[in-house]
């Protein structure tokens, strides 16, 4: 009794702990610790996700996709249960005003098919901006940049950063080019788009998982020119973050 009363408490601890600033690695190894209490400690880490993303509907964190990934993988069937009663199709609320239905870019995220999921953010960018199945042009021309809604490029640039521990995203990319006084030939160093000055070859040179460096994706085509990406780095749309 003595100890199943400690161990309610020490999950107490950490639950509320999860709820301050912390570093990726830091709630990582909390997180950890909780599902060592075995099924208890990842029925409190499920009823903290369903607190914050459904009663509050707090601002997305990195918190929340951690313990979504977690318990995405659950041994127990009750937590399993209920973990797709409420998160079956992911922890982002798609808005019914979006321009597109995400959720097949949200699924693909989910499951960590970047390359696929890379695809169809170009495709989605595309239609966006007018181009529709007729246009026999599949790329974006960098006046074809404004015509993108804000809403619906910070939605697609939200599911990338949550589903990749914010190691991807155009947000995620910005901040680096901006970090770097706009100086493309270190930008393209730092997200891994470039082999000693050389841009890699798509597919195989590229990496399609978490083990890329920050930014690497999604991907733009540099070969044509820094036009369409510096217009997408300085799209209105950033301006919602920074506000």
Known sequence: MNNTTYNTKDV???IDKLETKLSI???IQLITKLCSKNEYGEQQLLNLLIH????????????DSLIFEKLSETKYINIKTKFTQYFGQGIIKLENN????????QDLLITKQFQEADKLTQQYLCELAGLNKLNTRTWLYFTDISTIPSEDLLYIDILWKTYSQEKFGFSIQR???LNNNSNWTIFWQKIGWT???IPCRYPNEFIWD???PKGHLP???QLRGIQVLSALFEHNAWQAIND
């Open 210 to 212: 978490t083990n890329a």
């Open 195 to 197: 082999i000693q000055d």
């Open 219 to 221: 991907l733009f085509n």
């Open 52 to 63: 914050r993303r459904i009663f509050k509907q707090k601002k997305i964190a990195i918190v």
């Open 175 to 177: 901040n680096i080019w």
């Open 98 to 105: 979006l321009k597109i239905d995400y959720q097949p870019l």
């Open 12 to 14: 107490e601890k950490i």
């Open 25 to 27: 690695t830091q709630i």
